[in-house]
């Protein structure tokens, strides 16, 4: 059963079914590394809130240690999600959460600050991966590639 609040699951992929073959090591590498820079920088920003309410000894920083990724390549795509599940008494509330007098949830205005700033990096320097790597024409004989017809269909690593 659900936990009842907001919790916060952010997807984004990018299109690769010009190359019709999961990522190799090599570029995986690439979409591990920005996964970790989005986070990092989630939880860079998600600092400084007011904790109104709540006893001196309660937890705190739980929803900014709450952000965490995975990543996932199939055939014709690569996606990276980003969750907060964190809870309080049992409930979701990351959601939820936005700056003092601001009318929008705070998730929304870093993702948008993500899209600006990391996703066309991370976009660039994938797709230039996948471009060195194109020159093999065989997936199993490119460095860090698939070892199997099958491997080369599908493939999915948590991270």
């Known amino acids: ?9 952010i997807t984004t992929t990018l299109d690769l079914s010009d190359i019709e073959r999961r990522l190799t090591d090599a570029e995986f590498k690439v979409l591990h590394k920005h996964r970790k820079g989005v986070v990092d920088f989630i939880k860079s920003k998600w600092i400084g809130w007011q904790y109104k309410g709540r006893p001196p000894g309660a937890p705190r920083l ?36 936005h700056r003092a007098g601001a009318v929008t949830e705070e998730w929304r205005v870093l993702w948008e600050q993500v899209k600006a700033h990391y996703l066309p990096l991370f976009q660039k320097e994938l797709l230039a991966e996948v471009q060195r790597t ?26």
Do not use: C, F, Q
């Not at 059963?1 to 699951?9: E, F, N, Y």
């Not at 990724?69 to 999600?81: H, L, N, P, Q």
């Open 1 to 9: 059963m659900a936990k009842p609040g907001a919790s916060v699951k």
């Open 62 to 97: 739980v929803s900014r240690d709450a952000w965490t990724s995975t990543v996932s390549s199939v055939e014709s795509k690569a996606a990276m999600i980003i969750t907060n599940e964190a809870t309080d008494r049992g409930k979701h509330y990351a959601g939820y959460v």
């Open 134 to 159: 194109l020159v093999a024409k065989n997936p199993r004989r490119i460095p860090g590639g698939v070892s199997s017809r099958a491997d080369a269909r599908t493939t999915r690593r948590v991270i």
